[in-house]
Structures are given as C-alpha cells and as structure tokens.
C-alpha cells in the first residue's frame, strides 16, 4: 500500500489562454502540473467549472505531461476529478490514444 504524502490541486478552470484557446489553455495548466510533479507526490486536476473541453485539450494536456515527466508519472502521480461523464469520456479517449502513441 502506497500513501500519498502530499498532493496539490489544480482548478483546470484558473488555467484559461487570455485570447480564448483551448489547447493554449491546456499548455498554462500541463506546465504548472509539470512545475508541482517536482514539489509534490500527487497532481489531481479539477475540470469542475470547464465549459468545454475537446480531445483536442485533453491530448494537448496529457502530451506535455507525459512528455516532460513520462508516462509512469502521467499514469501513477496525475488524477483527473471530472464534472460531467462527457469530460471523463473525452479524456478516456484522449488517454489512451496519447499512452498508446507514446508507446510506440
């Protein structure tokens, strides 16, 4: 049993691009998440308050996670808390195309 020592979360709704973008938004939180992976044992993402989201943020979000910090990290030090059972669903999708193409 593992015990999780400390953990920040990040409301994915602080995170929004000025100019209105969602995959610039999706770069600002995936490089503050990355930041806290240095500082922290657990990153858990909070996606209440989101409008709209695509796979398109998802993927960008998860990308850069998983390219910075690794795939381990993404699957092991990152939860997602969703407010819609669409949210999880894009990001189910998202999740495994981006673990599968960084498999590879």
Do not use: C, W
């Not at 990152?78 to 673990?99: N, T």
């Amino acid at each position: 049993m593992s015990v999780i020592l400390n953990q920040t979360i990040l409301e994915a709704s602080k995170y929004i691009d000025p100019t209105g973008g969602l995959v610039a938004s999706a770069v600002l939180l995936a490089e503050t998440a990355i930041a806290q992976l240095d500082k922290v044992d657990m990153v858990v993402i909070d996606l209440v308050g989101l409008r709209s989201v695509s796979s398109s943020y998802f993927n960008t979000l998860l990308t850069q996670i998983a390219q910075k910090r690794g795939t381990t990290t993404l699957q092991h030090r990152v939860e997602m808390r969703f407010s819609a059972a669409a949210q999880k669903a894009i990001f189910d999708s998202s999740y495994r195309a981006v673990i599968q193409s960084l498999s590879l």
